[in-house]
T-cell receptor, first 112, second 112 residues
């Protein structure tokens, strides 16, 4: 158990819908990262927050957004969902930006 | 980040040592070698990291060659639960931990 909690574990929704994925980082970790892992693209970095502020962006679509709240938990919002958005979404956290990251167990999103 | 090269797959007998190689011939002086693994559809798990000295923890040992152009992750007594994809990542110490580039990794299969 990495100490990073993601909810829900599974999510099935229809195209065009909007969903919110939640991540609680390890106690004391200030940095949160979001990754997408689909079958054909491997693990792709999406976005990072540090102590409430966005610090880095990767291959995140404009339909996707995220935020980190004062209690340090983070949410990833996915809107106008398409079939291709079906994937595993992982959250990771680290104490500082340059220390090793610990991953949650992921949310499996299926868009039908 | 420096590019890494890993064999796509390896087998290991249960109870034997698993030696996973990684080539990082373009590594810079300030770049660390990190190893993560991902057991099927679970979140990636941090294993170990090092700069130039060999490192050991409760999970594994990391052997880095003197010229730092390659390294080997050693699982001393592999079990069936060690079957996973192993990722070797190289990145500078003062960079964003969560933006690590996960390549294709090595799929290690531990056989009875």
């Amino acid at each position: 158990d990495s100490g990073v909690t993601q909810t829900p574990k599974h999510l099935i929704t229809a195209t065009g819908q909007r969903v919110t994925l939640r991540c609680s980082p390890r106690s004391g970790d200030l940095s949160v990262y979001w990754y997408q892992q689909s079958l054909d693209q491997g693990l792709q970095f999406l976005i990072q927050y540090y102590n409430g502020e966005e610090r880095a962006k990767g291959n995140i679509l404009e339909r996707f957004s995220a935020q980190q709240f004062p209690d340090l938990h983070s949410e990833l919002n996915l809107s106008s969902l398409e079939l291709g958005d079906s994937a595993l979404y992982f959250c990771a956290s680290s104490v500082k930006m340059n220390t090793e990251a610990f991953f949650g167990q992921g949310t499996r999103l299926t868009v039908v | 980040d420096a590019k890494t090269t890993q064999p796509p797959s390896m087998d290991c007998a249960e109870g034997r040592a698993a030696n996973l190689p990684c080539n990082h011939s373009t590594i810079s002086g300030n770049e660390y070698v990190y190893w993560y693994r991902q057991i099927h559809s679970q979140g990636p798990q941090y294993i170990i990291h090092g700069l130039k000295n060999n490192e050991t923890n409760e999970m594994a040992s990391l052997i880095i060659t003197e010229d730092r152009k390659s390294s080997t992750l050693i699982l001393p007594h592999a079990t069936l639960r060690d079957t996973a994809v192993y990722y070797c990542i190289v990145r500078p110490i003062n960079t964003n931990a969560g933006k690590s580039t996960f390549g294709d990794g090595t799929t290690l299969t531990v056989k009875p």
